[in-house]
C-alpha cells in the first residue's frame, strides 16, 4: 500500500491523522536532524498499522516535509 504524509517535526505530541485515503499528517516530537524524525515516522507507523518496522519503507522524500511511503500488510 502506498500512502503520502506530511510531517510535521518539533511538534508538541506524536500523532496521525487521517486527511483522506492514502494521505496523513503526521505530527512527530523529532526534530528533523540526523535522520530522527524519519526514525520516529516508521516507528509510530509501524505502531498505527500494526505492522513491523521493516514493513515501513520511505521511498521518496526523506529530506523534506512530503514523503511517500510504501507499507507492507504482509
Do not use: C, H, W
Not at 521493516?54 to 507499507?71: R, Y
Amino acid at each position: 500500500m502506498r500512502i503520502y504524509i506530511k510531517v510535521i517535526p518539533r511538534s508538541s505530541q506524536n500523532k496521525i491523522e487521517k486527511i483522506s485515503e492514502g494521505e496523513y499528517r503526521v505530527k512527530l516530537t523529532a526534530p528533523p536532524v540526523d535522520g530522527k524524525a524519519n526514525e520516529a515516522l516508521i516507528e509510530l507507523l509501524a505502531e498505527y498499522f500494526n505492522v513491523s518496522r521493516t514493513a515501513i519503507l520511505i521511498v521518496g522524500g526523506k529530506s523534506m516535509q512530503k514523503k511517500i511511503i510504501d507499507v507492507s500488510m504482509r
